[in-house]
């Protein structure tokens, strides 16, 4: 498992981040975990197109030259 910080997609601004759990590797990422600022999990919240967004978003940055995953604490 690993985890990524993603623009919060219930967020219009853009202005607050979201923690994602996942595993696996692009294009095969799962999402398993979404929290919010206020420690909520939200992933079941989250339509198709949003969970996408969160996988694009990290496949990103790994492929742009970001920082491994980090291990799950």
């Keep these: 498992m ?3 910080f993603c ?3 219930n967020d219009p601004y853009a202005q607050t981040e979201v923690l994602v ?3 696996g590797s692009y ?3 799962r ?3 979404v929290i919010d600022g206020n420690k909520d999990e939200i992933l079941s ?6 969970q996408r967004d969160l996988i694009r ?5 790994y492929t742009s030259g ?6 799950a604490a």
């Design 31 to 33: 999402l398993l975990s």
């Design 57 to 61: 978003e990290i496949a990103a940055s």
């Design 45 to 50: 919240d989250l339509v198709i197109e949003q």
């Design 7 to 9: 623009l919060d997609p």
């Design 66 to 71: 970001g920082d491994a995953p980090m291990a």
């Design 2 to 4: 690993a985890n990524h």
């Design 27 to 29: 294009p095969d990422i």
């Design 21 to 23: 759990i996942f595993e």
